[in-house]
């Protein structure tokens, strides 16, 4: 069936770290590609999005690509700052339902 | 004011007792998801619902019912309430415009059965 799988965490950085997060997902058709952030106490926020193969998702300098060949959609991001400090999902959708990643906890330490 | 409310955002609960939970949009979204959130599962989806005439079991609807009174509203209920179902809880909306979806998120409900 659908999945994703994504790196498990916690995550801890110094500021002005590179970042990333792995993920890999399983599907049939052609899904759509989402980073979802959750931070304290909130609900999940669109992070950014990518809707077809090479497909290049960025928001707030992050950015992930859509790679078909090896079913990818790594999170980058080349220099982190304490306010990135979250939860982040990795999420498909196939038309129907979105299937989630369990979650990668980063916390980013000045 | 948020487009995906949800109430309560906390309740407490006994084993075996009805709760239900609510959520309201304003964004005008036909679709209307409810997912469990626990620690290292992430989010798993319970129900789905695409107009108000349509309601679809999620990959773990055992224990759990919904209503789609009217576009805007999307109730979940537990009709006997168990500790395993301790969680927090999320409403999302979405409206696809023929191409990628996008959900909106509520922000979230804690359920404690104790």
């Known amino acids: 069936g659908d999945s994703v799988t994504q790196m498990e965490g916690p995550v801890t950085l110094s500021e002005e770290a590179f970042l990333t997060i792995n993920c890999t997902y399983t599907?049939?058709?052609?899904?759509?590609l989402f980073w979802y952030v959750q931070y304290p106490g909130e609900g999940l926020q669109l992070l950014l999005k990518a809707t077809k193969a090479d497909d290049k998702g960025s928001n707030k300098g992050f950015e992930a690509t859509y790679r078909k060949e090896t079913t990818s959609f790594h999170l980058e991001k080349g220099s982190v700052q304490v306010s990135d400090s979250a939860v982040y999902f990795c999420a498909l959708f196939t038309g129907n339902q979105f299937y989630f990643g369990t979650g990668t906890s980063l916390t980013v330490i000045p | 004011d948020a487009d995906v409310t949800q109430t309560p955002r906390n309740r407490i609960t006994k084993t075996g007792k009805r709760i239900m939970l609510e959520c309201s949009q304003t964004?005008?979204?036909?679709?209307m998801y409810w997912y469990r959130q626990d620690p290292g599962l992430g989010l798993r989806l319970i129900y789905y619902s695409f107009d108000v005439k349509d309601i679809n079991k999620g990959e773990i609807s055992d224990g759990y019912s919904v209503s789609r009174q009217a576009q805007a509203k999307f109730s979940l209920s537990l009709e006997s309430a168990i500790p395993n179902q301790t969680a927090l809880y999320f409403c999302?909306?979405?409206?696809?415009?023929?191409?990628?979806?996008?959900?909106?998120f509520g922000p979230g409900t804690r359920l404690t059965v104790l």
């Open positions: 999302a909306t979405s409206d696809p415009p023929g191409g990628a979806d996008t959900q909106y």
């Open positions: 599907a049939t058709g052609y899904p759509s």
């Open positions: 964004k005008g979204h036909d679709r």
